[in-house]
């Protein structure tokens, strides 16, 4: 039997799983991480109003959720002054990202994104046969002006940019975001990935202006309200651009459970708040822990930290399999030069004390094997 024809975009997509989970690390390993540190997760968890609201709604789950997210809408609106039709809730910013290059970009159009950047996009861009254009980072930041030259260059359908980003967890001040926007061509769809932005200083974050129709501001619940496994997250936009996505998107795909958890979270500003104070301190620990063991951490507006290891690619994966062999969950990023670096996402107290003992140790093993 022949069984089904893939699509010839998909046919020619390489056989990869994109994302090795720590749960399939764990499977294979035959046993669990001690330190949960490579995903940025936030190991501070949701806000208890959040988790009693998602109970709650567990006991609903019999029913689909409101399709509209009306309520979750409106006080995101809120939160933004916005008015509700300029917000799309989504089953994740990654669900977004998937859905807004379902809109703009087609077989052979071109995306402008970074080189070594937050790579689910790229893998919705190859799944709808568009054209990945990839610019180099600039002093371990996301290039502006680079991008934008790029986008012009190339006729980009979409241009997609983190801030703070992942995986180096730099930023770029507002003004410079806002010139970038000012440069775009008209026609562009320009994803402004904000996964991190309750952690970055306000004068990271640009003015909302919903008027543009350029700008999609990409936000999530994953991160500082630590809901990553309810996968919901958000989208502000001009009033047309949103309704577009009513055309293509999952009526039903963000769960009843998401939608409650999201709206009490938001309630929740106390809550956020001492999350904001933990996740600094941990990210002073990591930075600290790094330089006790001769490294550099990056400076962070996120929950994580990049931690330049001072050699090559091939050290700092040497560096980062020491770190799993002792039982430490961390990644690093895919591309040189940003690969001499591992990442490491804040944990708590307990999680950073096994860090402080496993770096040194790891780190004596591969100096010995590399005579670095
Ligand atoms: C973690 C992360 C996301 C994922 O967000 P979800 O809402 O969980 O899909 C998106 N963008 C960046 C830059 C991230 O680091």
Not at 73 to 85: D, K, L, S, T
Request: one cysteine or more.
């Amino acid at each position: 039997m022949k069984g089904p024809r893939l699509t010839g975009i998909v046919a020619g997509l390489p056989a990869i799983v994109p994302f090795v989970g720590p749960e399939t690390q764990e499977r294979q390993r035959g046993r669990p991480f001690r330190a949960r540190l490579g995903a940025n997760e936030n190991v501070f968890a949701p806000s208890p109003a959040a988790v009693e609201a998602m109970a709650r709604a567990a006991r609903e789950a019999w029913m689909y959720g409101d399709p509209e997210c009306h309520d979750l809408r409106a006080a995101i609106a809120v939160q933004h002054g916005v008015a509700p039709e300029n917000v799309l809730v989504g089953e994740g910013i990654d669900g977004i990202l998937g859905l807004a290059v379902r809109l703009v970009v087609g077989p052979g159009d071109p995306v402008v994104t970074s080189l070594g950047g937050y790579p689910t996009l790229n893998y919705h861009v190859a799944g709808h046969g568009g054209r990945l254009v990839q610019v180099p980072y600039r002093d371990d930041r996301e290039d502006p002006e680079a991008l934008v030259a790029a986008a012009r260059e190339h006729g980009a359908r979409l241009v997609y940019l983190a801030n703070p980003d992942n995986p180096m967890g730099t930023w770029h001040d507002a003004g410079t975001i806002e010139r970038m926007i000012a440069d775009l061509p008209e026609d562009v769809l320009f994803l402004l990935d904000e996964a991190y932005v309750e952690f970055a200083p306000r004068r990271a974050v640009p003015a909302i202006d919903t008027l543009d129709p350029r700008v999609l501001r990409l936000r999530t619940f994953s991160k500082a309200h630590g809901m990553a496994g309810a996968r919901i997250g958000y989208a502000l936009g001009a009033t047309d651009v949103i309704a577009a996505f009513d055309r293509i998107r999952n009526h039903f795909g963000v769960s009843r459970i998401a939608q409650a958890g999201a709206l009490a979270a938001l309630g929740d500003r106390a809550y956020l708040d001492r999350v904001l104070q933990d996740v600094a301190a941990s990210r002073d620990e990591i930075a600290r822990i790094a330089r006790q063991n001769g490294l550099t951490p990056v400076p962070s507006a996120t929950n994580f930290v990049a931690i330049d290891c001072g050699g090559d690619g091939d050290f700092a994966r040497r560096v980062l399999a020491g770190l799993t062999a002792r039982d430490i969950f961390v990644r690093m990023p895919s591309v040189a030069p940003l690969d001499r670096c591992i990442r490491i996402s804040c944990g708590r107290a307990g999680d950073l004390e096994l860090l402080a003992r496993a770096l040194p140790e790891a780190l004596a093993e591969v100096r010995a094997a590399t005579g670095g």
